[in-house]
T-cell receptor, first 117, second 109 residues
Framework: GAVVSQHPSRVICKSGTSVKIECRSL??????MFWYRQFPKKSLMLMAT?????????EQGVEKDKFLINHASLTLSTLTVTSAHPEDSSFYIC?????????????FGPGTRLTVL | GQNIDQPTEMTATEGAIVQINCTYQ??????LFWYQQHAGEAPTFLSY??LDGLEEKGRFSSFLSRSKGYSYLLLKELQMKDSASYLC??????????WGAGTKLIIKP
């Protein structure tokens, strides 16, 4: 089946630094990619939706200047957490959707665990 | 390799009971999650099992057998709003999530 990868799988950084997380669809072209944040034993919180070549659509309450999303190609989207603070520590998950309409399928990445000291 | 298997699609009748199975082969195990996802929406957390046995939460129950690499999600008294995709995901020894492809559940009146 389709595979979505994320890199890095885990990262520890100091407060105030920026961290970039990559999301790649390995064997298909993703028309749309999603970025989620997972809280322990909670639902995945959708942060933003990105379409290749256009600006990302952010959910209410998500700071677009803090969480920069770039969807440069049909196989790669990046999330940059700028000036990270301890409260940004979380598990970030991306997903990629292929196709369109009723036939589209969403594939999830393995997640990236961010710890901000 | 790591693998999660669940049926692609299931159909059930309103008011009935349905069981969605999930089998897994992963490098290590740090818990199994079930999520519900309605079309166009973010997945909603349903359950987390890390020990063997059955966990009941209202109409939904989740069962885990680590020795068999097997889990199921049991939905009782089905309602039309339960029509959705149900995702099984296992957290491996590196705390990475391995996702199943999801089971599309269709509820008929």
């Amino acid at each position: 089946g389709a595979v979505v990868s994320q890199h890095p799988s885990r990262v520890i950084c100091k407060s105030g630094t920026s961290v970039k997380i990559e999301c790649r669809s390995l064997d298909f072209q993703a028309t749309t990619m999603f970025w989620y944040r997972q809280f322990p034993k909670k639902s995945l919180m959708l942060m933003a939706t990105s379409n290749e070549g256009s600006k990302a659509t952010y959910e209410q309450g998500v700071e677009k200047d803090k969480f920069l999303i770039n969807h440069a190609s049909l196989t790669l989207s990046t999330l940059t957490v700028t000036s990270a603070h301890p409260e940004d520590s979380s598990f970030y998950i991306c997903s990629a959707r292929t196709g369109g309409g009723d036939t589209d399928t969403q594939y999830f990445g393995p997640g990236t665990r961010l710890t901000v000291l | 390799g790591q693998n999660i298997d669940q049926p692609t699609e299931m159909t059930a009748t309103e008011g009935a009971i349905v069981q969605i199975n999930c089998t897994y082969q992963t490098s290590g195990f740090n818990g199994l999650f079930w999520y519900q996802q309605h079309a166009g929406e973010a997945p909603t957390f349903l359950s987390y099992n890390v020990l063997d046995g059955l966990e009941e939460k209202g109409r939904f129950s989740s069962f885990l057998s680590r020795s068999k690499g097997y889990s199921y999600l049991l939905l009782k008294e089905l309602q039309m709003k339960d029509s959705a995709s149900y995702l099984c995901a296992v957290m491996d020894s590196n705390y990475q999530l391995i996702w199943g492809a999801g089971t599309k559940l269709i509820i008929k009146p």
